[in-house]
């Protein structure tokens, strides 16, 4: 794939549930392989077609037709943000946290596990402040965590 493709940053629509979910799936066992997911596959499939699209507000990064990111707000928490392994590196996670400090321009919140040391970089490349750590009982994966805040 080429960077250079034009990627388009819109608002999901039902349809692309599916196409998300699968983003979410390679990237999240990619990105973090010694996490165990309390949940199967078809539990993530079925999360993002009921509660993630239509619940909350999610927006993917499309190029050539196929969903190659996504990100999802939940108020002031970037509760998601996921590319497609081979988009990692070209600045589409740039864009997404610059469209999230758009919609959420006071503040934003996220979790993120503490073994995802890529993630701590990125966020804090990007002004977040880690201001809280856990042991992980608060999550599902009942993984270490982090709570990153950002304020202008």
Same mark, same amino acid.
């Not at 066992?29 to 010694?34: D, G, T």
């Given at each position: 794939m080429s960077s250079d493709r034009a990627v388009v940053l819109r608002r999901a629509a039902g349809s692309d549930a599916g196409p998300a979910a699968e983003v979410w799936l390679r990237s999240f066992?990619?990105?973090? +392989?010694?996490v165990v997911r309390p949940r199967s596959d078809d539990d993530v499939r079925d999360y993002f077609r009921d509660v993630v699209v239509p619940l909350r507000e999610t927006w993917v990064a499309e190029t050539d037709g196929a969903v190659v990111g996504v990100m999802v707000l939940n108020g002031e928490q970037l509760s998601q943000l996921y590319l497609a392994p081979d988009w990692r590196g070209r600045g589409l996670g740039d864009r997404f946290v610059v469209l999230a400090k758009?919609?959420? +321009?006071r503040e934003l919140t996220l979790w993120t596990f503490q073994v995802n040391e890529p993630a701590h970089r990125?966020?804090?490349r990007h002004g977040f402040v880690a201001v809280e750590r856990t042991d992980g009982s608060g999550n599902e994966e009942r993984e270490p965590d982090v709570r990153y805040v950002w304020r202008p």
């Open positions: 066992a990619a990105a973090l +392989p010694s758009e919609r959420s +321009p990125f966020y804090e």
